[in-house]
């Protein structure tokens, strides 16, 4: 065994915590344990009907053989029309290249994008991969942290202070996981102000939450003509159509990183199932009315448990305009103690409300913003007003 050999870019990899957290509670599941898991991101709903009659159409009408690299063009396309009609950005079929769901085009990107020393600004808190998959590249995380105080959203003032002449990339979240946090189309325009005295620094924007918001609506960064030609927008089918297991994402982008990530793509995976990609087509071309049923069903868990959260004391708790995440600050509870052991930590929070109160949460410091504890709210009410009785007896019962 002595003989294997492990590369240095994976033995310095993180794994995925909020993976790790659903297999840890998956596994207590097994063993018999009644444990509610808020620490996964995905949608508890089963994928609409009419999608899924696509793809059973796909496989009789034998789209069984090999795909174009960057997706099926008529997919392309009417990912090109929802751009247009629903964020008011003008891509063109060939800007836009179809992978195996947005965690892969977002990495396709940054690959495609980061030399070894670039800096890539990441706003915190910040979802779990983007700070590894900048790694894999050997680009330079600079994290710039907003905590609750300011909604969990940076400032300009911050995003200037950041820049440097490495600086190749700033990454936004918006609707943010795992903050729930909406920049508004103002805040956004004070970011975009900073940015157009740098022309070195592209954008990357994850807008997969973008229909799950309870504002009437979000910005997306490429509607700012200023800085339009240098941003590259990350979307999919997974949460607005309850698609996670599709493997369906995509990236739109000026032409040359389009042709860079088919290069990259093209040596890797090359294209994605021939079926998830028609399923996809009409998740994007059929009716909308799946999206707003769930939109509504997930602003109405929101406001539930906020309502319960915020009954808990020592919790420090916002009212997200999006996503269907939870992020409250718990320093009021650190250093506290159950028996003989000491809650250090979040993570170590964490792991006391999974093996006490038999609910599966993440740390903030997974999402490089220590303090907090990260709920998904994408489950039953019955769940959700269980699982927050149970924490707030599992916090209560702290020393």
């Not at 069903?297 to 929101?302: K, T, V, Y």
């Not at 009021?332 to 103690?337: D, F, I």
């Amino acid at each position: 065994m002595d003989s294997i050999q492990i590369s240095d870019r994976i033995k310095n990899m993180a794994a995925s915590q909020t993976l790790a957290m659903s297999q840890k509670s998956s596994e207590l599941r097994a063993a018999g344990v009644d444990v509610i898991n808020l620490s996964v991101g995905e949608p508890d709903f089963n994928t609409p009907d009419h999608i899924k009659e696509a793809a059973k159409t796909a496989i009789d009408e034998n789209y069984t053989h090999y795909p174009p690299v960057p997706g099926y063009m008529d997919l392309r396309q009417a990912i090109a029309d929802k751009l247009k009609k629903e964020n008011g950005v003008s891509y063109s079929a060939s800007q836009i290249v179809v992978s195996g769901g947005a965690k892969q085009s977002l990495s396709n990107v940054i690959m495609s994008v980061i030399n070894p020393g670039d800096e890539v600004i990441i706003p915190t808190p910040a979802w779990v991969s983007y700070v590894e998959m900048v790694k894999l590249a050997g680009g330079e995380n600079v994290l710039v942290p907003a905590s609750i105080e300011q909604n969990f959203k940076i400032t300009p003032a911050q995003l200037e202070a950041a820049i440097t002449p490495r600086t190749r990339m700033v990454m936004l979240c918006s609707p943010s996981n795992p903050s729930g946090s909406v920049y508004s189309r103002q805040e956004l325009q004070g970011l975009v102000d900073v940015l157009v005295k740098h022309p070195h620094v592209t954008v990357l924007s994850d807008e997969i939450y973008e229909h799950i918001n309870y504002i009437g609506g979000v910005t997306s960064m490429g509607s700012f003509p200023e800085i339009a030609d240098r941003v590259i927008l990350v979307n999919g089918v997974s949460k607005a159509y309850a698609m996670t297991g599709w493997r369906v994402g995509f990236m739109a982008a000026p032409v040359e990183i389009a042709k860079a990530v088919t290069k990259l793509q093209g040596q890797t995976t090359s294209g994605i199932s021939t079926i998830a990609q028609r399923a996809a087509l009409a998740a994007y071309a059929g009716s909308q009315q799946c999206v707003e049923d769930m939109r509504k069903a997930f602003e109405r868990r929101r406001d539930l448990v906020v309502r319960l959260a915020r009954e808990i004391p020592g919790l420090k708790v916002n009212c997200p305009d999006g996503a269907f995440y939870l992020f409250p600050e718990v320093s009021s509870y650190l250093g506290k103690r159950f028996g003989d052991k000491v809650i250090a930590t979040d993570n170590d929070l964490c792991m006391y409300l999974l093996e006490e109160a038999h609910v599966a949460t993440v740390s903030g410091s997974a999402f490089c913003l220590p303090g907090y504890i990260r709920l998904s709210y994408a489950a039953s009410d019955e769940a959700l007003e269980e699982a927050l009785r149970r924490i707030a007896d599992a916090l209560g019962r702290l020393q």
